[in-house]
């Protein structure tokens, strides 16, 4: 499968006259990052990472049909270390409404965020010793789906029958460019 995805990355990149230095791919957990290194990664990502959004559906897809595939793997694409840049700015975002969690008692909803970054908030309150106090859920539907940080040992009846709604923050605080 690496072969498969690194050959289909330079038939792309020559078909779209991008330019590339190194293609590493590398399984981590249960998906496939491809670390690329390029002397312009900005041609590369894209006005808020839409060309390797693109590009990364595009990866997915042709290897999926030539490996006959059930289900398309889960490849995320990284340029000069900008995907990894975004999940750190998740999980410290997620460690900071942590702390107000645990100050207030109060659940909190994060901005909402595509199914990638969700994923990676769960993981790293799920799989981080100093957040193990709390727990996570995804509500909402669509473009609004959000994950709600709670303390995992709630008072009971603290907030029986109460609904969520989404959080629309006005304030800038970081999750409004993250584009997977």
Request: hydrophobic share 35%; net charge negative; glycine share 6%.
């Amino acid at each position: 499968m690496k072969t498969a995805i690194e050959e289909t990355l330079r038939t792309l990149f020559t078909f779209l006259d991008l330019s590339c230095d190194r293609i590493d791919v590398g399984e981590e957990e249960d998906f496939i990052r491809v670390d690329i290194v390029a002397s312009d990664p900005s041609r590369i990502i894209g006005w808020h990472g839409e060309t390797l959004n693109a590009l990364q559906h595009l990866v997915k897809s042709i290897v999926r049909s030539q490996k006959k595939l059930e289900r398309s793997p889960f490849i995320v694409l990284d340029v000069d270390g900008y995907r990894r840049a975004q999940e750190d700015k998740v999980r410290r975002i997620a460690e900071q409404k942590a702390d107000f969690v645990r100050r207030t008692g109060n659940r909190v909803a994060l901005a909402p965020m595509s199914p990638y970054f969700r994923r990676v908030v769960h993981l790293h309150v799920a799989n981080t010793p100093a957040l193990s106090d709390l727990s996570t859920e995804s509500v909402g539907e669509g473009d609004y789906r959000q994950i709600v940080l709670k303390l995992k040992e709630e008072k009971k009846g603290a907030h029986d029958g109460e609904e969520l709604s989404p959080v629309i923050e006005e304030k800038d605080d970081g999750l409004e460019n993250l584009d997977i």
